[in-house]
T-cell receptor, first 115, second 111 residues
Framework: NAGVTQTPKFQVLKTGQSMTLQCAQDMNHEYMSWYRQDPGMGLRLIHY???????DQGEVPNGYNVSRSTTEDFPLRLLSAAPSQTSVYFC??????????????FGEGSWLTVV | LAKTTQPISMDSYEGQEVNITCSHNNIATNDYITWYQQFPSQGPRFIIQGYKTKVTNEVASLFIPADRKSSTLSLPRVSLSDTAVYYCLVGDKTGGFKTIFGAGTRLFVKA
C-alpha cells in the first residue's frame, strides 16, 4: 500500500513564485488535510477537506489554496511564496468517522524553503 | 473538537516507565482519545486509541478514568528511540472535521 504520497520532498522557491504541493492517498479516505510544521513547533492546520468538492480553512490558511476534485488528491497551492512559508508540510488523510481503529495517516513531508 | 492540554516537555532515562497525561475536560460522549508519536523529520504516526478504561497494545497502554476528562499514555521501559513528540487528540470526527494537533509533549530519553 502506498498510503499518503507527497511530492516533491524538497523544494526551494524564490519569493513571489507559486507552486503546488501534491498529495495523493489510495485508502479511499474521505478526509484529507494539510499541516505545516516550523522548526521545534507543533503541527498547524492549513486547510482540510471532508470529501470531494468540499474544503475549509484551518488555523493558518492565508497564502494557501486547496481544491478537492477527486477523493484521492488534495493539492496545496502557494500563491506567492514568502520566506515565512519556509516550513515542512505534511498531508494527512483518514476516514471521516473516528471509530475504533480508524486513525489519521500522514505523508512523509515536503520540505519547502523560500529565499 | 475537545480542547486538550498536555505538558510541553518531559525527560526520562532509559528503562523507566513514562506517563504522559492529557486533560480534556469538555470531551463529548462520542469522542475517542487517540495518541500519535512524531519523530524528527517524519509525520506523526498512530500509537494507541481508546474510549474508556484501559487499552494496551505492543507499544503502549492508555488509561482513561471513568469521567474521561483526562487520559494517560504509558510507555513501558523507554529507550533512546522513544525520544519524540507525543500528541493527544480527542474527537469523533463526524460532520465538521478540524483536527488541531497542538504543540504535543516533547519526550527526551537520556542514557
Amino acid at each position: 500500500n502506498a498510503g499518503v504520497t507527497q511530492t516533491p520532498k524538497f523544494q526551494v522557491l524564490k519569493t513571489g513564485q507559486s507552486m503546488t504541493l501534491q498529495c495523493a492517498q489510495d485508502m479511499n479516505h474521505e478526509y484529507m488535510s494539510w499541516y505545516r510544521q516550523d522548526p521545534g513547533m507543533g503541527l498547524r492546520l492549513i486547510h482540510y477537506s471532508v470529501g470531494a468538492g468540499i474544503t475549509d480553512q484551518g488555523e493558518v490558511p492565508n497564502g494557501y489554496n486547496v481544491s478537492r476534485s477527486t477523493t484521492e488528491d488534495f493539492p496545496l497551492r502557494l500563491l506567492s511564496a514568502a520566506p515565512s512559508q519556509t516550513s515542512v508540510y505534511f498531508c494527512a488523510s483518514s476516514y471521516r468517522q473516528v471509530t475504533s481503529g480508524n486513525t489519521i495517516y500522514f505523508g512523509e513531508g515536503s520540505w519547502l524553503t523560500v529565499v | 473538537l475537545a480542547k486538550t492540554t498536555q505538558p510541553i516537555s518531559m525527560d526520562s532515562y532509559e528503562g523507566q516507565e513514562v506517563n504522559i497525561t492529557c486533560s480534556h475536560n469538555n470531551i463529548a460522549t462520542n469522542d475517542y482519545i487517540t495518541w500519535y508519536q512524531q519523530f524528527p523529520s517524519q509525520g506523526p504516526r498512530f500509537i494507541i486509541q481508546g474510549y474508556k478504561t484501559k487499552v494496551t497494545n505492543e507499544v503502549a497502554s492508555l488509561f482513561i478514568p471513568a469521567d474521561r476528562k483526562s487520559s494517560t499514555l504509558s510507555l513501558p521501559r523507554v529507550s533512546l528511540s522513544d525520544t519524540a513528540v507525543y500528541y493527544c487528540l480527542v474527537g469523533d470526527k463526524t460532520g465538521g472535521f478540524k483536527t488541531i494537533f497542538g504543540a504535543g509533549t516533547r519526550l527526551f530519553v537520556k542514557a
